[in-house]
DNA sequence: GCTGGCAGTCGATGATACCGAGTGCCAGCC
DNA sequence: GGCTGGCACTCGGTATCATCGACTGCCAGC
């Protein structure tokens, strides 16, 4: 498609436009690319690669700044997987070995660590509990008419539900009502809820129809949990404030960020530039799925301008995703 | 202090700035002041202003801006509570109405109101945990040695802590110690847990003491949890990227929003100009606690730039503070 | 087909002048 | 004595203009 010297000219216009966000002049590229040519001959190639969409040019006697369409092939062409470097490692490994206690927070603080590594925004979904083994089921009355259901997920999420109850109940009927959850409930999943024999007694049965309904919908109806870390910094990347305040926006809005990195669920580590994704045309995704016990579980980004260093970017999902995968299949 | 005039001129300026945030001339002020008198006096009048420390002048030619002392004088001076128009009395109305669920999730979407209504970020301290009384106790296996040590509190929050275990252990036992913490601890506060007696059975006894340990460990050291909402409001507060980058930074370290809102606990409704809280020295904070059963449980709080709107902002905190506290008594 | 050379473009930068909002001060008036 | 109108003065913001320089496109020649 490119030949090899346009590749090259490309990548260059790339790399020195994502260190110094300044329009490319040919002369840099003529200095830098690997290709030895004259920054006339550049020119001419750079017209072309205008022409073809993977350049553009703010003004005339500007240099080239990358479309999105030049990005993604440069994105494409990196057949180096890129490592971390060596302290950057170091780092993942020490939080890894040190991380420990609840999930939530563990996830949280990997998505600050992600922030950090890569210097940008970054997001960790959490595993999705459809798919989680129930340990324990439990119902807890908080107030006559109010009742709590705590279920405990093999992976150490707590799921709670509250409860409307139609009548008064008391603390019997609701233990009554938690042995019979826990003998048909513990050891199925929350996407594939077995039915529920009747006991005999038809209040027993309500509740435990309440009870496994409210389960269901709340599995169904829940986002799944997003984290986000590091939101700081895209004060730093975008110096435009209206920018941040986009960005900002759709951080706040859960449903959308696991709609932006959902969708990319089963492509593995995968590269969304600007206008390839819906909201936030400013912006790039790197995402990454994790494993859980060998199935797709969540999903980790970052978050940063068309602009960012994709290398780094890259390389620091791809290792932080398969050790995050890998120490939640730990347990 | 300040004579009748120079309180109304010093008014006029602090209105004026805070709308239009442009230093304020004193023609501006003769004006709009409810005082009638030539731009002449008004200088003359704000030259001492200035010289008090209420004013502060840019640069000579140009009109003057608040001082922090200034904003406090106008604050301090705001008799009149400020109550809300009416379509965002409505909207607070209907919310509680409808608020209905997790806890969490209710201080969450509670920010978010807050953030709505005053177009600043808001902070939701939730209730801490060590008044909360225990429900209910359980241990569930999560692994041969990890357990997770789950308690239900009477507000519908739902702790958790991971246990290490020494040695494999059974569900058997760890129903055995599920049920020794339950009749010990059920009924008692976070705060102030009974020491548990000895059951003879040694290895029950060494889990149970250590799950009571995990649980005093984490009421001590986990803070109370932090609900941030509209943050991306402070991207069009503030028009420089640096300052918007500290506010996200300070924003994102939970420890330090609650020591910004708690020292304030017991003083009510409070508002924290610039210089007088230590980072953020940009910035207002409106705060006020909330009581759930005539008790100070939790903060609230907006934080906007010094030049806020404190008469929105203090009535918005007033009425969402005493509301949510209400919402909660209900249980 | 590549290159050096060259004229041309156009934003960025800096100097200059000007404008106007705002001040401080003062003399006069009530 | 205090308020006011008048006045000279300051000084940041804006507009104008020239210059500069980093580019480009094009062309002739190697």
């Given at each position: 498609m490119l030949d090899e010297r346009k590749a090259a000219i490309l990548r260059a216009v790339v790399e020195e436009y994502i260190e110094t966000a300044q329009p490319v002049g040919s002369s840099h590229v003529a200095r830098a690319s690997g290709v030895q040519v004259s920054p006339a001959t550049v020119r001419n190639e750079m017209v072309q690669l205008e022409q073809e969409g993977y350049l553009h040019q703010p003004h005339t006697s500007a240099g080239r700044v990358p479309t999105d369409k030049g990005y993604r092939f440069f994105v494409d062409a990196l057949t180096d997987p890129g490592s971390l470097d060596a302290t950057s490692g170091q780092r993942v490994q020490a939080f890894f070995r040190r991380a420990h206690g609840a999930i939530e927070q563990m996830l949280q603080d990997t998505s600050q660590l992600l922030a950090e590594l890569t210097d940008y925004a970054a997001v960790v979904v959490g595993p999705g509990h459809e798919d989680a083994v129930i340990r324990s089921v439990q119902l807890v009355g908080l107030a006559p008419r109010t009742a709590l259901l705590v279920v405990v997920l093999s992976n150490g999420a707590v799921d709670k539900s509250v409860l409307d109850l139609d009548e008064d109940t008391g603390d019997e009927r609701l233990a009554a009502v938690t042995a019979h959850l826990s003998a048909h409930l513990v050891g199925s999943t929350l996407g594939e809820l077995p039915t529920l024999p009747a006991t005999g007694d038809p209040a027993t049965d309500r509740v435990s129809a309440l009870a496994v309904d409210a389960l269901t919908a709340a599995t169904r109806t829940e986002p799944d949990e997003v984290y986000v870390g590091g939101a700081s910094r895209v004060a730093v990347a975008f110096d435009a404030v209206e920018s941040v305040r986009q960005v900002l926006s759709v951080l706040e809005q859960q449903y959308v960020v696991v709609g932006l990195l959902s969708?990319?669920?089963?492509?593995?580590l995968t590269v969304s530039i600007g206008?390839?994704?819906?909201?936030?045309?400013?912006c790039s995704i790197v995402v990454a799925p994790y494993q859980v016990e060998g199935e797709p579980a969540g999903t980790i980004g970052v978050l940063g301008p068309t602009r960012m260093n994709y290398q780094q970017a890259l390389a620091a999902v791809a290792v932080v995703s398969r050790r995050l995968g890998r120490r939640l299949s730990e347990g």
């Open positions: 969708d990319v669920l089963d492509r593995g206008s390839e994704h819906q909201p936030l045309s400013e």
